[in-house]
């Protein structure tokens, strides 16, 4: 039997609603062998993570996700067995959750223009950590005082690409990101490909690109795509050489489509992010 592998999660240092050790759990609980904590921008969740990991006999790959731009737009590399020590990682973290908060007041007071009471307060009501404010805080908020009936609709009406309270934001360039992640002895996977919506070409301007800046591996398998984007997604790492990671995205216990370790496995022919870790 393949060892089960969940290299993609939050806790509640970032945009999930568990704190790290409780996320190690569920991980647990669910089969999971091999584990990764991967928080939007922040490393501080990591060491409960691995303690809490190592408690209970299961494997763990310290992990971020980090928020860029390509084609104007952001995109999301999620940087693999890292050290959440490294000046340069450390550093470049600590600028991106700078500009997390700015964005966070910008999108508060355009919720407020909507007619959205306490919209600020309200987001921070769902923080754990006050430098990791994002959109997801705000949709909560949303759903709490009943302006939406779910998060999706909360993005989808207000949040979302071009909506009414969307920020446009500059993150740091794809490969300043990926520089950050091999600077601190990781592995730069490119995460959930297939959320991002590029043309053709701009899709294959994107893995090029990624590839030229160091970038080993792009996610398959993980709870952002489709069973047809898992295909499509293999073929596509065979195409660029890239290798194949597994993750499910996990935020909280019933929000998205899979739970922790409940994917698929990644197909046979494609070589793992963790070949040489495991």
Known sequence: MALNIDLHSHSFESDGELPPAAVAARAHQNGVDWWSLSDHDETRGLAEA???ANRLGMGFIPGVEISANFCEKTIHIVGLNIDPQ??????GLARIRQTR???????????????ITDAWEG???????PNLISRVHFARHLLDQGHVKTLQQAFDRYLGDGKRAFVPTQWVPLAQAVQWI??????????HPGRYRYKPAQADALFSAFKEAGGQGIEVITGSHSPAQYDYYARVALSYGFEASRGSDFHAPGAGRVDLGRM???PANLTPVWHDWI
Do not use: I, M
């Open 86 to 91: 490294h000046s340069v990682l450390a550093e």
């Open 123 to 129: 987001a921070l009501s769902h923080v754990d950590n």
């Open 182 to 191: 091999c600077a601190a002895g990781g592995k730069a996977v490119l995460a």
């Open 50 to 52: 691995a303690e809490a």
């Open 264 to 266: 698929p496995d990644l």
């Open 101 to 115: 908060v700015d964005r966070a007041r910008k999108v508060a007071q355009l919720l407020t223009d909507c007619g």
